[in-house]
């Protein structure tokens, strides 16, 4: 068996675990740790590279106490982690300032400067719109895309700007630190909105478009390339042995669907995670300018994911559990204090709060949340955009609120999926990953609002991490490729829709999906 590291570089927090390599992806050992995630005034979100550093260092560290493996044995390194982010560095590869999250949307004045003005399709000048779509297939119109974040820098911070040599994504920014190589993962070039498909290099003519500088680029390497060996200062603050080879890997965009067992084209997988997504894999390049999904590149060449984003969904039930149910005593959904408890009943608070949400029908008498809780990316892009609940009455009780999160992340999951379903084919059934995914009741939910069969795999939330390693398995020459990577990943758990559910949820979709625009006008005057 062959053994490998992967880290799972996640927004709230880093993953580490150890893989075996064999007739299956096997997972050994792993660990987590928590680290920062600062939302400043005007929308900023912002994070320390050096905190994603030292996790990964404590957590490198616990694997081995979990395990008889020992470091010698690791056949290699990799990296699945947020994407979309901007990190600057220097000529000694040290950030410059802290990272920005992929969540960052300060730059609504440099966006409209550098797309939305003169003749506008979709809010996009029209003539640099076709340049974008001719080169990338996408365009850069959401406040959140890293060339705003770059040029905010640039407007905002001009020295930090004057004495930076590279831009790096989150991943970028940890394999220079491994290997003293600046590189970046096609997947994550293209995340930029800067790399021409045709060509499959960066794109002159948008860099000169957009005011972004080349020399700042770094060079392009495929998701299963081996970057380096780590080096002695990496290999001593990692725990790991000098020169263990370091591999491109993906973002989370693209291993987690390979990690689900989605990578045959027309597959299709829903993730929920801090955020949440639906993304089929495709051929070919596809793009809806008016609902924001594009199919972006992926880490199998020639591949595409064809990608609807939502921006908070696992988020939203984290919310739930700090404002509706806690309170300045402890979690009283019954008159029993269930955190506290050393003989915990269920295994967690996340087991308590679905165990609850089961016991509500279907419909959560009526009640409709939006999961809007940090503005919403697609089918509409709108930084203004919030959560709500509608058509509380007196007989709404706090059960009723919290499954009506549930089925909100749900509708909007099945408002993107039938997007997609409009450009392309999607699969039935659907994979199911995420830590959202760990919750058979939010399973049998989402069957039930999309009508597909949903299936489930061992450790979803570790999808991601099993991607890196699948993109190492070729990189050491185990694979051939990423196509057939799902027969190592069989379904664990299916849920089929309930008719009876279904015919709840029609009548609710059909309100929530007209929320939004009743209500766009009053998002912009409160958060505009």
């Given amino acids: 068996m062959t053994y490998v590291v992967a880290y799972d570089i996640g927004t709230t927090g880093v993953k580490t675990c150890l893989f075996g390599l064999g007739e299956r992806i096997e997972l050994l050992a792993s660990a987590q740790e928590g680290y920062g995630l600062r939302l400043l005034e005007g929308g900023g979100a912002e994070q320390d590279p050096e905190e994603w550093w030292r996790a990964m260092g404590r957590t490198t560290g616990e694997l081995f106490t979990r395990t008889e493996i020992t470091p010698e044995q690791v056949a290699g390194l990799s990296f699945c982690s947020q994407m979309q982010g901007l990190v600057l560095v220097d000529r000694e590869g040290r950030s410059l300032r802290p990272a920005m999250s992929y969540m960052d949307q300060r730059a609504g004045a440099e966006l409209k400067k550098g797309l939305a003005h003169g003749p506008r399709i979709a809010g996009a000048n029209v003539f640099k719109l076709l340049r974008c779509l ?20 640039q407007a905002h911070e001009p020295e930090n700007f004057r004495r930076a040599d590279k831009w790096l994504d989150v991943k970028e920014y940890l394999l220079l630190r491994c290997t003293g190589r600046a590189v970046m993962t096609q997947d994550s070039a293209y995340a930029t909105l800067l790399y021409d498909t045709r060509r499959e290099d960066w794109s002159g003519e948008l860099c ?4 972004v500088e080349p020399d700042h680029l770094a060079p392009i390497i495929q998701s299963t390339d081996r970057v380096g060996g780590l080096t002695d200062r990496a290999a001593a603050e990692l725990g790991l042995a000098p020169g263990t080879p370091v591999f491109g890997g993906g973002g ?36 809806d300018v008016n609902a924001m999904i594009a199919a972006i590149v992926g880490a199998q060449r020639g591949r595409f994911n064809y990608f609807a984003e939502m921006e908070t969904a696992g988020k939203c039930l984290e919310w739930v559990k700090d404002h509706l149910a806690l309170d300045e005593i402890g979690v009283y959904l019954e008159k029993r204090d269930v955190t506290g408890s050393q003989e915990a009943v269920y295994a967690s608070l996340y087991d308590y709060l679905t165990e609850t949400v089961e ?13 809007w809780l940090h503005g ?29 999160v549930l089925e909100g992340v749900c509708f909007h999951l099945r408002w993107m999926l039938e997007c997609q379903a409009g450009k392309t084919a999607t699969s039935d059934p659907v994979r199911f990953v995420g830590g959202g995914a760990l919750s058979p009741v939010t399973a049998q939910i989402l069957a039930d609002v999309t009508g597909r069969t949903v299936e489930t795999v061992a450790s979803p939330q570790n999808a991601g991490s099993v991607g890196a390693a699948a993109v190492m398995a070729v990189g050491l020459g185990l694979l051939p490729d990423l196509e057939g990577v799902g027969a190592l990943i069989p379904p664990e758990r299916v849920f089929r829709p309930n008719g009876d559910a279904r015919a709840v949820y029609e009548k609710s979709f059909a309100v929530f999906r007209r929320l939004y625009r009743a209500n766009r006008d009053h998002f912009r005057a409160l958060n505009g």
């Avoid at 001719?134 to 820098?153: E, H, N």
């Avoid at 919403?376 to 609120?401: V, Y």
């Fill in 359 to 371: 016991r509500v029908p279907p419909g959560s008498g009526g009640v409709l949340f939006t999961p």
């Fill in 252 to 287: 989370d965009a693209s291993l987690i669907g390979i990690g689900a067992g989605a990578a045959a084209v027309g597959s299709t997988h829903i993730y929920c995670g801090t955020s949440g997504w639906v993304s089929t894999v495709t051929d070919r390049q596809l793009v």
């Fill in 208 to 211: 000169r478009m957009f005011g």
């Fill in 134 to 153: 001719r080169a990338t297939g996408a365009v850069p119109s959401s406040v959140k895309d890293p060339v705003w974040k770059y040029k905010w820098v």
């Fill in 376 to 404: 919403n990316r697609c089918p509409f892009e709108d930084p203004a955009a919030a959560g709500m609940f509608f058509n509380i009455r007196l007989n709404t009780g706090k059960s009723e609120l919290i499954r009506a």
